[in-house]
């Protein structure tokens, strides 16, 4: 079934440690994006791509890092968690300007 | 950057009745204003969307109005049936292909 797969499904991590949040998509959409979702905040941009090679900040992009070395993956990393980034996780997908998002069912990370 | 208010935050109706969530937006730019549908544990789902050009779409028990002028949106989900509980959000588009999402509203319907 196409869509897009997220990895890990959730997370304990120690405040401190590195992590890599992985995406994968196999519909060939050039756009990806990383959400954060928290309670009363609805969905918030981290990061974007707007094509392999390419990207871009988005609302929230402080303590975050993404690549898109080719079109299927939008890896997102926090080099050194904190507290304030226990939040659910988003990677999504679309196929241009005026196509709707395609998301993946999120990473539940929890930083201690 | 763009600012999208959802109104209300939670909604609780009695399956039949009719159910409205009301969006509004800053940028007069926007273009492009699709509904997401959240369940428990799993990502948002597109459940309809309408372009600027347009002023009311409708699919099967669930519509959007667009007024651009006021510049507010609204999802209207008629005839409200318990599957139908789950958390919606709107959203509209700014430069490039960025989506500006709002804070959700949570509805119920009550058997």
């Known amino acids: 079934i196409a869509g897009i797969t997220q990895a890990p499904t959730s997370q304990i991590l120690a405040a401190g440690r590195r992590m890599t949040l992985r995406c994968t998509q196999d519909m060939r959409h050039n756009a990806m994006y990383w959400y954060r979702q928290d309670l009363g905040l609805g969905l918030r941009l981290i990061h974007y791509?707007?094509?392999?090679?390419?990207?871009g900040k988005g609302e929230v992009p402080d303590g975050y890092s993404v690549s898109r070395a080719n079109t299927d993956d939008f890896p997102l990393t926090l080099a050194s968690a904190v507290p304030s980034q226990t939040s659910v996780y988003f990677c999504?997908?679309?196929?241009?300007?005026?196509?709707?998002?395609?998301f993946g069912n999120g990473t539940r990370l929890t930083v201690t | 950057g763009e600012n999208v208010e959802q109104h209300p935050s939670t909604l609780s109706v009695q399956e039949g009745d009719s159910a409205v969530i009301k969006c509004t937006y800053s940028d007069s730019a926007s273009n492009y204003f699709p509904w997401y549908k959240q369940e428990l544990g799993k990502g948002p789902q597109l459940i309809i969307d309408i372009r600027s050009n347009v002023g009311e779409k409708k699919d099967q028990r669930i519509a959007v109005t667009l007024n651009k002028t006021a510049k507010h949106f609204s999802l209207h989900i008629t005839e409200t049936q318990p599957e139908d509980s789950a958390v919606y959000f709107c959203a509209a588009t700014f430069t490039g292909n960025q989506f500006y999402f709002g804070t959700g509203t949570s509805l119920t319907v009550i058997p």
């Open positions: 791509s707007n094509t392999a090679g390419t990207t």
């Open positions: 999504a997908s679309s196929d241009g300007k005026g196509s709707p998002l395609h």
